[in-house]
Antibody, heavy 124, light 107 residues
């Protein structure tokens, strides 16, 4: 059974950095796109970043709100996805979810498995 | 960016009611629309993808329809476990975007 487990959330000061991790199990990591989605307290869902699969050379995509500050990466040997967050702002405060994106051939558009989330608070 | 507008944002209904939630896109997104259910304190759960395909394990009382810019999620007979917040999502183009959510509460 596929499973995602995030960690690394913490309280950090504005301007600080944090790295989130997501350990995956139960499926072939390299076959799937992997995304981060966040949810600010009491708010809706916001897509943050994407790491495409091996077939797409693990290329990445970012939301404009985090581009240049956040970096998504993966370590296939550790079955792990990461989100390096730099220059954090108060508006980055949210629960961050790791999400598996299922593919049919080269069409990858199904957010089928979500982790439980890890909480990031940016405050002085 | 493609904006998604959900309506209503809040809905009060009774067990057994038929419920319809709409999602309107600011530009055409083909059939690349998904729906999620989120219970308080939990991660979202995929209900429907590609406008009308029911995710494995999701009860058949949930259905989706639409194309282009206008989409609907229908719950044919609301059950107690269906009281939650529902989100639509477009996957046609980057950035991937979500609607603002519809909270379904017990009347």
């Amino acid at each position: 059974e596929a499973h995602l487990a995030e960690s690394g959330g913490d309280l950090v000061q504005p301007g600080g950095s944090l790295r989130l991790s997501c350990v995956v199990s139960g499926f072939t990591f390299s076959d799937h796109f992997m995304d981060w989605v966040r949810q600010a307290p009491g708010k809706g869902l916001e897509w943050v970043a994407r790491s495409k699969n091996k077939a797409f050379s693990y290329t990445t995509e970012y939301a404009a709100s985090v581009k240049g500050r956040f970096t998504i990466s993966r370590d296939e040997s550790r079955n792990s996805l990461y989100l390096q967050m730099n220059s954090l702002r108060t508006e980055d405060t949210a629960v961050y979810y790791c999400v598996r994106v299922a593919c049919t051939g080269r069409d990858c558009r199904v957010f089928d498995i979500w982790g439980q989330g890890t909480s990031v608070t940016v405050s002085s | 960016d493609t904006q998604l507008t959900q309506s209503p944002s809040f809905l009060s209904a009774s067990v057994g009611d038929r419920v319809t939630i709409t999602c309107r896109a600011s530009q055409g997104i083909g059939s690349y629309l998904a729906w999620y259910q989120q219970q308080p304190g939990k991660a979202p759960n995929l209900l429907i993808y590609a406008t009308s395909t029911l995710q494995s394990g999701v009860p058949s009382r949930f259905s989706g329809s639409g194309s282009g810019t206008d989409f609907t999620l229908t719950i044919s007979s609301l059950q107690p476990e269906d009281f939650a917040t529902y989100y639509c999502q477009q996957l046609n183009s980057y950035p991937i975007t979500f609607g603002g959510g519809t909270k379904v509460e017990i009347k």
